[in-house]
C-alpha cells in the first residue's frame, strides 16, 4: 500500500513530522513531555486505584491480597493478546499521521483494529470463564483463595470486550498524539472504580457486601464505562480518529495483515510474558499466603516504577512512528535516545524510594509484620533494577513505533524463561533464599532485557523497517 501524501490541513494537525531535522534537539524534549505528561498522569492515577484497590482489599485480610494477585496473572495472560493489537495499531495509526493521510484512511485502521478486538474477545471470555475454577488448581491455589481467585477472575472476564476495545481506541488515540482523551476518560474510570470499591467491598448504604467480587465488579463496570465514553467521544468525529461504523464492519484485510505484522509478535511476546508471570507466581505461591500476600503487595509498589516506564514508552512509540512515517529516520533515532534520558531520571529517584521508604510505602497495605519485613526486603533488590527496566521499557517503545516487534520477543523470551524462571527457581527453592531469591532473578531479568533491547535499538536496523 503506498504511503498517502501530506496535505496542508494534515500538517497543521500534527506538528511533529514539520519539525526541521536540524532543529530537534530544542523541541525533543518539549514535545516527549507534551506526549508523555497526560499519559503519565493517567498511569499514576490506574497506579493510584490499584494501590487503593490493594488496600481496600487487604482490609479483608492476606488471604484476599493472595487471591487478587493469582486471579491477575491469567487475566494479565488473556489481556496479553489485545495489548499486542492495540500496538500494531499505534504503530500504524503513527506512521499514517506521520505520513500525513487523511482523518478518513487513518480511522479505517482503527476500525479494523476494533473489529479483530471485538470478535477475539468474546471468545476468550466464554473460554477463560469456563476454565478458571481449573486455572487455579493448575497454579496452587490454597484452600482459603480459590474460591475467591475464581469468582474475581470470572467477573472480570465477563467484561472482557469492553477492557480490550478500550484498550484498542485509547492506543488508536496515542498513535495520532492525542494523549489527552485516554487520561481524560481513565480518569473518570478510575474514580468509578474507587467509589464502586468503597461501596461493594464492605457492603456501604444499601450496597451488598461482596468482599473480592465486590472489587472485580467495579473494576468491571469502570472499564465498561471507559469504552462507552470513548466510543461516543470519536462517533462525534471531533477528535483525531473518527468511528462513523456506518459501512464500516468488512474486514479489510490489507490493514489487518499490517496490524497484525506488527502486533501479533508484540502479542506473543505478551503472552510469553504473561505465562512466564504465571510460572513465576505459582513458584513464589508454593511458598504459603502469607509469601504471596508480601510478594502482591511489593508488585503492587513495584508498579509506581512502571507508571513513568509506560508514559515515556508511549511517547516513544509515538515519536518514532510518527518521524518514520514522515521519512525523517535520524531524527527517529534522536527521539528515542532523549526520551529514555528523561525517563531515566524518574527511575533513578524511584530506586531511592524503594530502598529507603519501601517498608513506610508496604505499612499501607497491610499490618501483617512478616508480610511488611518481606514486602520491605525485595523493595530493597529490585529498587537497583530501575535503570535496567528504563532502558528496556523505553527503547522497546522506540522499537514498536518503528514495527520492530520480533526482537523484543526474543529478549522477552531469553529473559523471563531463562532468568526469571530458570535461575529464580535454584536461587529462591534450590538454594532456599525464597522470596528474595526469587527477587533477585526478577532484576537479573530486566537487566537482561535491557542489554539486548539496547544492542539492538543502537544497531539502526530497525529503520528500514517497512510497515
Keep these: 500500500m503506498k504511503q498517502p501524501l501530506k496535505t496542508s490541513s494534515d500538517a497543521e494537525e500534527f506538528p511533529l513530522r514539520e519539525i526541521p531535522l536540524r532543529e530537534k534537539r530544542s523541541n525533543l524534549i518539549r514535545q516527549v513531555i507534551t506526549l508523555a505528561l497526560p499519559s503519565l498522569v493517567e498511569h499514576f492515577l490506574v497506579m493510584l486505584v490499584q494501590m487503593v484497590d490493594m488496600i481496600q482489599v487487604g482490609g479483608l485480610g492476606p488471604w484476599a491480597i493472595a487471591a487478587v494477585g493469582l486471579a491477575n496473572q491469567p487475566m494479565f495472560l488473556v489481556f496479553s493478546v489485545f495489548m499486542g493489537l492495540s500496538v500494531g495499531t499505534t504503530a500504524l ?29 468474546a471468545l476468550l471470555a466464554v473460554a477463560a470463564y ?29 467484561g472482557l470486550i469492553f ?22 476518560v481513565n ?17 456501604i448504604w444499601i450496597f451488598p457486601r461482596w468482599e473480592v467480587a465486590g472489587a472485580a465488579a467495579a473494576t468491571t463496570f469502570s472499564r465498561a464505562v471507559a469504552c462507552l465514553i470513548l466510543i461516543g467521544l470519536l462517533v462525534r468525529g471531533k477528535h483525531r480518529i473518527h468511528l462513523p461504523f456506518r459501512g464500516q464492519f468488512k474486514l479489510d484485510w490489507d490493514i489487518v495483515g499490517r496490524v497484525l505484522k506488527v502486533g501479533f509478535p508484540t502479542a506473543l511476546e505478551q ?3 504473561r505465562s512466564g508471570q504465571v510460572v513465576f507466581v505459582t513458584i513464589v505461591a508454593s511458598f504459603g499466603t502469607l509469601v504471596m500476600a508480601a510478594h502482591q503487595v511489593a508488585i503492587q509498589i513495584e508498579s509506581l516504577a512502571f507508571m513513568p516506564a509506560l508514559a515515556f514508552q508511549i511517547a516513544a512509540t509515538t515519536m518514532v512512528g510518527q518521524a518514520l512515517g514522515a521519512r525523517k529516520p535520524a531524527l527517529a533515532e534522536t527521539s528515542g535516545w532523549v526520551t529514555l534520558r528523561l525517563a531515566m531520571g524518574f527511575m533513578v529517584f524511584l530506586s531511592f524510594l524503594f530502598f529507603f521508604g519501601g517498608k513506610y510505602i508496604v505499612l499501607l497495605f497491610t499490618s501483617d509484620p512478616q508480610v511488611i519485613a518481606l514486602g520491605a526486603r525485595v ?5 537497583f533494577a530501575q535503570p535496567g527496566l528504563a532502558t528496556h521499557f523505553i527503547l522497546s517503545g522506540a522499537l514498536r513505533g518503528a514495527g520492530d516487534t520480533r526482537f523484543a520477543l ?3 523470551l531469553s529473559g523471563i524463561w531463562l532468568v526469571r524462571i530458570g535461575f529464580g527457581y535454584i536461587l529462591a527453592v534450590s538454594l532456599n533464599l525464597g522470596l528474595s531469591g526469587a527477587w533477585t532473578a526478577m532484576a537479573l531479568d530486566m537487566y537482561m532485557r535491557a542489554a539486548l533491547i539496547f544492542s539492538r535499538y543502537r544497531s539502526g536496523v530497525w529503520k528500514a523497517i517497512k510497515i
Excluded: C, H
Design 130 to 158: 469456563i476454565a478458571a475454577p481449573w486455572i487455579f488448581r493448575l497454579m496452587g491455589a490454597e484452600a482459603d483463595t480459590l474460591a475467591p481467585a475464581t469468582t474475581y477472575f470470572q467477573i472480570v472476564m465477563s
Design 379 to 383: 523493595l530493597k533488590i529490585i529498587a
Design 93 to 121: 495509526v503513527a506512521r499514517f499521521t506521520g505520513a500525513g493521510a487523511s482523518k478518513q484512511k487513518t480511522s479505517a485502521v482503527v476500525m479494523q483494529s476494533l473489529l479483530i478486538t471485538l470478535a477475539g474477545a
Design 163 to 184: 477492557t480490550t476495545a478500550a484498550l484498542v481506541l485509547a492506543a488508536a488515540l496515542r498513535g495520532a498524539g492525542d494523549t489527552k482523551t485516554p487520561m481524560m
Design 271 to 273: 503472552l510469553v510474558f
Design 410 to 412: 526474543i529478549a522477552t
Design 187 to 203: 480518569s473518570i474510570a478510575n474514580l468509578i472504580n474507587i467509589l464502586g470499591n468503597w461501596l461493594l467491598i464492605n457492603g
